[in-house]
Each structure stands twice: as C-alpha cells, then as structure tokens.
C-alpha cells in the first residue's frame, strides 16, 4: 500500500538557522513527489516537485528537497530560516501506475526570531 | 491566470440540511479534486474527477458526492449534514492527473 510519513508533528528553528522537514515514502512503481506549504486560514499552496532527474530539487521561496531512493525519503531544506516560512508543511507522493496523491499528516514549521 | 475559486467562502448549516459547494479550476485543467481538511484528521481525499467522469473516491459515505461539469467546474453536495462534518473543503485542480496540483482558499462549513 502507498503511504507518506511526515513523522515530525512540529519542528522549531531559529531564524537563519537552516531548517529539515523530513518526508519518507512507501509507493509501488517510480514516485512522484510534492511538498505543500499552508498558511493560516488559507488553501495550500504548490512549492516544488520530484517527478525524476536531479535528486536535488529547488522550489518556491528558497526551499529545495532532496530525493534519496535508497532511503524513500524527500526532505523539504532550506539554508537560512525566516520567520515567515512558520506554517504547516505537506509532503505528497503518488506512484507512476495509480494517480492517487497520498498525503503526509503535516509538519508544523515555528521559526522563532 | 486566474487561480482555483471556490465559492462559497463560509457557510453555516443546520443539521440534516444538505450543501453544495462549487470550484472553478484553473483555466485548462481538466482534473479537480476535493479534500476535506479538520484540525484532527488532517487532509482527506474526499474524490477526483478528470473530463467528467470520477476516477477515484476516498473512503467517506454515500451523503459526500460530486461530479464535474464539461468545462470542468466541479460542485460537490453532503447531504444530512452532520455535525462532524464541519470542515475546510478544499479544491485543487491540475492539468493532468499526473502533475501538481493547484488549491483554491476553501470553503469553510460550520454545521450547527
């Protein structure tokens, strides 16, 4: 069965201080995988994708992810943490023969100045 | 280009009443899927649709339906509302089924 982990609930970072949200995978076939970010009271927005390629993936916003397939993980990165990255973080994967997108539980991302 | 809408934005109803909530893709795309968010369970697949027809459904009862129109706006209804089901609904929509998906503001539903 297709599943997504996120298994951090909350992860707090300093400002500046890089920042790791971490996202492992169980998907039959090639992964296809997305990292969502939502603000308060708002819809989730699209920050970057893993389709194949590169393993080192950059997106919206300074963020970049890392696709490692020995370890079916894609941790969302960013160097240099800004209070205004605080929000919650979906990782999403779905494999090449099923087009259902699974979804992580979410991430709550504090950046304390 | 415009992004997903949905409308209504808010809405609050009555146990028992049915609702209908409404989602405009993004100009071109063909798939749209619902998602129910709550603080608890976090985001649920609720249903996709791609040129009209659903291809998958997720595991809610028979009250949560919806269907695509030819221009695919999407509507989805819940019937005998309960109590449990207020929630933020949201839509994505993408160009295939195989690529990101976009997401409109919600709906947010109160039932009373």
């Known amino acids: 069965a297709q599943s997504v982990a996120q298994p951090e609930d909350q992860v707090n970072v300093a400002e500046g201080n890089p920042l790791t949200v971490k996202c492992t995978y169980s998907?039959?076939?090639?992964?296809?995988l997305f990292w969502y970010v939502q603000y308060p009271n708002r819809g989730l927005q699209f920050l970057l994708k893993?389709?194949?390629?590169d393993n080192l993936v950059k997106g919206s916003y300074g963020f970049e992810a890392e696709f490692n397939k020995s370890q079916t993980s894609f941790h969302l990165k960013k160097p240099s943490a800004l209070v205004s990255d605080s929000a919650l973080y979906f990782c999403?994967?779905?494999?090449?023969?099923?087009?259902?997108?699974?979804w992580g539980a979410g991430t709550k991302l504090i950046i304390k100045p | 280009k415009a992004g997903v809408t949905q409308t209504p934005r808010y809405l609050i109803k009555t146990r028992g009443q049915q609702v209908t909530l409404s989602c405009s893709p993004i100009s071109g795309h063909r798939s749209v899927s619902w998602y129910q968010q709550t603080p608890g369970q976090g985001l649920q697949f609720l249903f996709e649709?791609?040129?009209?027809?659903?291809?998958n459904k997720g595991n809610f009862p028979g009250r949560f339906s919806g269907r695509q129109f030819s221009n695919s706006r999407s509507e989805m209804n819940v019937s005998t509302l309960e109590l449990g089901d207020s929630a933020l609904y949201l839509c994505?929509?993408?160009?295939?089924?195989?690529?990101?998906?976009?997401f409109g503001p919600g709906t947010r539903l109160t039932v009373t």
């Open positions: 994505a929509s993408s160009f295939n089924r195989a690529v990101e998906q976009y």
């Open positions: 893993y389709i194949t390629g």
């Open positions: 998907v039959s076939g090639n992964p296809y």
């Open positions: 999403a994967v779905r494999g090449d023969s099923n087009y259902q997108l699974i």
């Open positions: 649709y791609f040129s009209e027809t659903q291809r």
